[in-house]
Nanobody, 120 residues
């Protein structure tokens, strides 16, 4: 089992940047593909980005492609989401997810989430 803790959210103006971090407990971080999801008020949780176990493959939702970058540091048990050119529609609670399968569908391993608010 893996426990996840996100950080780095906050309030930013449109066009600004934030970097989210997610630290995983345990020694098995490198055996999980990692993903970021988000949930805006009144909407379902949606896929944002994912990265493979060794960081060789990434995948992005069309809505963030070219603006967000996912990366990981297995030595630090951490996955990052660099968010640039932020838009008000990026406002949401962002969650990281650890998955043994390479899939956009999430597993049951979630962090508590971090709030990102983008003002216009």
């Amino acid at each position: 089992q893996v426990q996840l803790v996100e950080s780095g959210g906050g309030l930013v103006q449109a066009g600004g940047s934030l970097r989210l971090s997610c630290v995983a407990s345990g020694r098995t971080f490198s055996t999980y593909h990692m993903g970021w999801f988000r949930q805006a008020p009144g909407k379902e949780r949606e896929f944002v980005a994912r990265i493979s176990m060794r960081g060789l493959s990434t995948d992005y939702a069309d809505s963030v492609k070219g603006r967000f970058t996912i990366s990981r540091d297995n030595a630090k048990n951490t996955v990052y989401l660099q968010m640039n050119s932020l838009k008000p529609e990026d406002t949401a609670v962002y969650y990281c997810n650890a998955n043994s399968a390479w899939s956009r569908a999430p597993s049951n391993y979630w962090g508590q989430g971090t709030q990102v608010t983008v003002s216009s």
